[in-house]
Nanobody, 120 residues
């Protein structure tokens, strides 16, 4: 069992940066794929980024490639999403997730989400 808690969201202006954190409990997190997803009002939840348990494999959605960086620290049972050059279209609730089946979907554990709002 893995429990996830996101933090670090907030209200920023376009061009600013934010760093989201995902605190995990449970011994299996360090052996799990970790992903970040987001859901904007009126839209479906979408994939943002994912990282393998070792950090050696990383995927990004095209919309965030070059601006966002996913990372993790298994010793701290934590994951991160560094978001630079934020745009109004990045406004959404951001969720971290953990699983072992796929990088883009089928995650077993989810956090409660943290709101990111980017003003123009």
């Amino acid at each position: 069992q893995v429990q996830l808690v996101e933090s670090g969201g907030g209200l920023v202006q376009a061009g600013d940066s934010l760093r989201l954190s995902c605190a995990a409990s449970g011994r299996t997190f360090s052996r799990s794929i970790m992903g970040w997803f987001r859901q904007a009002p009126g839209k479906e939840r979408e994939f943002v980024a994912a990282i393998s348990w070792s950090g050696g494999t990383i995927f990004y959605a095209d919309s965030v490639k070059g601006r966002f960086t996913i990372s993790r620290d298994n010793a701290k049972n934590a994951g991160y999403l560094q978001m630079n050059s934020l745009r109004p279209e990045d406004t959404a609730v951001y969720y971290c997730a953990a699983g072992n089946r796929d990088y883009y979907a089928n995650y077993d554990y989810w956090g409660q989400g943290t709101q990111v709002t980017v003003s123009s």
